[in-house]
């Protein structure tokens, strides 16, 4: 990860002034992103079109959870699921996953910790399993796009919880949409951004502090009220990231650009 204010982020900001100078349309994935190319910017249009999902193949599926959560053992247990890139010297920190569920588990939370992703599984669980989480609470796996509906429908929870980097305040990214199309309620961090803000504005499930000391309560309180707040969470996607509704936004950029 770059530093802020090192020569190569200063490089890299320098070429982004310039291509925000210089384009015929600038898109942001976030209003946190859109709001700071106004802030270098004032006099540029600046379009928001957030990360998109498909709502209508990746959605809550009640026999594939059923049947996932039977077949792993999974029936009593809390999942807590993390989609997509992992490591140590990343912004999505598999430290930071380690710390909120050494937390998860203390607090008497009878959990599980699903992960999913394509990087290296060793290095994630010798990581995970130094910190004290037993093999028995954990799940390493790989999944295609279509499975990636059974095992999100077989969660109870999605994982964003981020590194400080010099631009976390505009951060959503692709996995939250996904988690949010399933039903799922997302956990956060203040490092996730733009998806923090909106969790909190919006409900959409719990933002975490490293010095929680009422995890349980509030892990409760969203569980007390979990169909509710699936339904919730699914509506939110299909309303504001589904894509159909953004993929018509970038036509009509382009239609506007040429005239049509």
């Known amino acids: 990860m770059w530093k802020l204010n090192?020569?190569?982020?200063?490089?890299?900001?320098?070429?982004?002034?310039?291509?925000?100078?210089?384009a015929d349309a600038v898109i942001g994935v976030s209003k946190p992103m859109v709001e700071k190319y106004r802030e270098i910017n004032p006099t540029k249009a600046i379009s928001y079109i957030p990360c998109c999902v498909d709502t209508n193949l990746l959605t809550f599926d009640v026999p594939l959870r059923e049947a996932i959560r039977k077949k792993?053992?999974?029936?009593?247990?809390?999942?807590?699921?993390?989609?997509?890139?992992?490591?140590?010297?990343?912004w999505n920190n598999i430290n930071q996953y380690a710390k909120f569920f050494e937390q998860v588990i203390s607090s008497g939370i009878n959990a599980h910790l699903l992960i999913i992703t394509k990087d290296n599984r060793i290095l994630?669980?010798?990581?995970?399993?130094?910190?004290?989480?037993?093999?028995?609470?954990?799940?390493?796996?790989?999944?295609?796009?279509?499975?990636?509906?059974?095992?999100?429908?077989?969660?109870?929870?999605?994982?964003?919880?981020?590194?400080?980097?010099?631009d976390y305040e505009t951060r959503l990214g692709v996995k939250?949409?996904?988690?949010?199309?399933?039903?799922?309620?997302?956990?956060?961090?203040?490092?996730?951004?733009a998806a923090a803000r909106l969790v909190r504005e919006n409900n959409l499930g719990l933002l975490w502090d490293e010095t929680e000391k009422i995890l349980?309560?509030?892990?409760?309180?969203?569980?007390?009220?979990?169909?509710?707040?699936?339904?919730?969470?699914?509506?939110?996607?299909?309303?504001?990231?589904?894509?159909?509704k953004c993929s018509f936004?970038?036509?009509?950029?382009?239609?506007?650009l040429l005239g049509l």
């Open 176 to 193: 939250f949409v996904e988690y949010l199309s399933v039903g799922l309620p997302v956990i956060v961090n203040v490092f996730a951004g």
């Open 216 to 244: 349980q309560e509030k892990i409760s309180s969203l569980l007390s009220d979990s169909e509710h707040l699936r339904e919730q969470c699914m509506t939110y996607a299909q309303e504001n990231f589904d894509v159909k």
């Open 124 to 166: 994630i669980e010798e990581t995970l399993r130094s910190r004290g989480i037993k093999p028995e609470s954990l799940s390493i796996i790989e999944a295609s796009s279509t499975e990636m509906k059974g095992w999100l429908s077989a969660s109870d929870f999605g994982l964003q919880l981020m590194t400080k980097t010099a």
């Open 249 to 256: 936004a970038y036509r009509k950029i382009y239609h506007d």
């Open 72 to 90: 792993y053992g999974w029936t009593d247990k809390i999942v807590f699921s993390y989609v997509g890139s992992i490591g140590i010297n990343h």
């Open 6 to 22: 090192s020569k190569i982020f200063l490089e890299w900001k320098r070429i982004e002034n310039l291509i925000l100078n210089k």
